[in-house]
T-cell receptor, first 109, second 112 residues
Framework: KNEVEQSPQNLTAQEGEFITINCSYS?????LHWLQQHPGGGIVSLFM???GKKKHGRLIATINIQEKHSSLHITASHPRDSAVYIC???????????FGAGTILRVKS | SQTIHQWPATLVQPVGSPLSLECTVE??????LYWYRQAAGRGLQLLFY??????ISSEVPQNLSASRPQDRQFILSSKKLLLSDSGFYLC???????????FGEGSWLTVV
């Protein structure tokens, strides 16, 4: 079993829909990251959080430390949101990041 | 502000040839540095990380090596490439564990 599990693996949505991507982990962490990878391969960090909730524009990330679960929400989705969204956790001990397999999101107009 | 650069962006190399991918970070000191590989259709895999000059930790046994000759320089190398080394390689840095991680632009390596 992978230490970080994401769901769904693939997601197709219509423009304007509310989108949720889930991430569950089984290890002790110091932080959780949500990353966005565009078709060209470049990766940007969307959020880093260790508790509660963060919001940036139409993106919202939440984490429940007790349940070892995080969600990434996209409100009013747009075709430009199409990308791979990756959940990663910073291990509680050491300097490792462990990645989920990613969620391929396609938003159709 | 901090920036990270890696090069080359794309590389086509024959089997058995050497490899050198370079990554530099600007605007910070003593960063944690990472090399990741993403094989086609798969997630990111940590190859090496470094918490300081000359300090390299390897996560998986492989045909690759890493070096950190300067504080903000991280190099990924191979003496003889294998077909299985093909993939997308990403350099990244963070201030410390639990901090935001920043990725380079990535390098597409095709071994033929």
């Amino acid at each position: 079993k992978n230490e970080v599990e994401q769901s769904p693996q693939n997601l197709t949505a219509q423009e304007g829909e509310f989108i949720t991507i889930n991430c569950s982990y089984s290890v002790g962490i110091s932080a959780l990251h949500w990353l966005q990878q565009h078709p060209g391969g470049g990766i940007v960090s969307l959020f880093m959080l260790s508790s509660g909730k963060k919001k940036h524009g139409r993106l919202i990330a939440t984490i429940n430390i007790q349940e070892k679960h995080s969600s990434l929400h996209i409100t009013a989705s747009h075709p430009r949101d199409s990308a791979v969204y990756i959940c990663a956790v910073s291990m509680e001990y050491g300097n490792k990041l462990v990645f989920g397999a990613g969620t391929i999101l396609r938003v159709k107009s | 502000s901090q920036t990270i650069h890696q090069w080359p962006a794309t590389l086509v190399q024959p089997v058995g040839s050497p490899l050198s991918l370079e990554c530099t970070v600007e605007g910070t000191s003593n960063p944690n540095l990472y090399w990741y590989r993403q094989a086609a259709g798969r997630g990111l895999q940590l190859l090496f990380y470094s918490v300081g000059i000359g300090q390299i930790s390897s996560e998986v046994p492989q045909n690759l090596s890493a070096s950190r000759p300067q504080d903000r320089q991280f190099i990924l190398s191979s003496k003889k490439l294998l077909l299985s080394d093909s993939g997308f390689y990403l350099c990244a840095w963070s201030e410390d564990r639990g901090h935001t991680i920043y990725f380079g632009e990535g390098s597409w390596l095709t071994v033929v």
